[in-house]
T-cell receptor, first 114, second 111 residues
Framework: AAGVIQSPRHLIKEKRETATLKCYPI?????VYWYQQGPGQDPQFLIS???????DKGSIPDRFSAQQFSDYHSELNMSSLELGDSALYFC?????????????FGPGTRLTVT | GEDVEQSLFLSVREGDSSVINCTYT??????LYWYKQEPGAGLQLLTY?????DMKQDQRLTVLLNKKDKHLSLRIADTQTGDSAIYFC???????????FGKGTKLSVKP
């Protein structure tokens, strides 16, 4: 079965640079979520989209923005990167309303800021 | 706000049962989930339970839900070394279903 695809899998950036992370949800899933997981931490919700509209916002810094496109893929744009942004970034997708919000996660993008 | 709590570590011997516990504060969740994360890997949805159920069994996995005490547990029967991972309890407490995770329980299985 098709899974959530994330690219790139690994990314190394320097402080103050920008980064773009991409997420391709499971086909027919209409909702995308972004989470950030710091080393040894639990995943923290950043932002979500339903049918290409932002649906909820969590602890996402103002330096970050995201959108969902007409083909349902999503991109997380990160600017003025800081050392503390080094983390695993997960995208998850779900079919809204199916078993609550049963979310399937991608493999993650490991971002290292030096 | 909503909160999910778990004990951080559990060590068992291969073949024993493992029980991972979780408490949550949001009483309105329709479903509660268990995710598994192996080192350096993504989050794998293991199982879920609907809020009007007390128990759900899925092969070696048994989920117990005590709504009165807001307590959730995951039992893994005949634990194998391949079960070594971090297990997260998750509550879709966000307004649009975003998951609130516990800190994760690191399960170590000794041969």
């Amino acid at each position: 079965a098709a899974g959530v695809i994330q690219s790139p899998r690994h990314l190394i950036k320097e402080k103050r640079e920008t980064a773009t992370l991409k997420c391709y949800p499971i086909p027919r899933h209409d909702t995308v979520y972004w989470y950030q997981q710091g080393p040894g931490q639990d995943p923290q919700f950043l932002i979500s989209f339903y049918e290409k509209m932002q649906s909820d916002k969590g602890s996402i810094p103002d330096r970050f923005s995201a959108q969902q496109f007409s083909d349902y893929h999503s991109e997380l744009n990160m600017s003025s990167l800081e050392l503390g942004d080094s983390a695993l970034y997960f995208c998850a997708s779900s079919l809204n309303g199916a078993r609550g919000y049963e979310q399937y996660f991608g493999p993650g993008t490991r971002l290292t800021v030096t | 706000g909503e909160d999910v709590e778990q004990s951080l570590f559990l060590s068992v011997r291969e073949g024993d049962s493992s029980v991972i516990n979780c408490t949550y504060t949001d009483s309105s969740s329709t479903y509660l989930y268990w995710y598994k994360q192996e080192p350096g890997a993504g989050l794998q949805l293991l199982t879920y339970i609907f809020s009007n159920m007390d128990m759900k069994q899925d092969q070696r996995l048994t989920v117990l839900l005590n709504k009165k005490d807001k307590h959730l547990s995951l039992r893994i029967a005949d634990t194998q070394t391949g079960d070594s991972a971090i297990y997260f309890c998750a509550d879709p407490g966000g307004s649009q279903g975003n998951l609130i995770f516990g800190k994760g329980t690191k399960l170590s299985v000794k041969p």
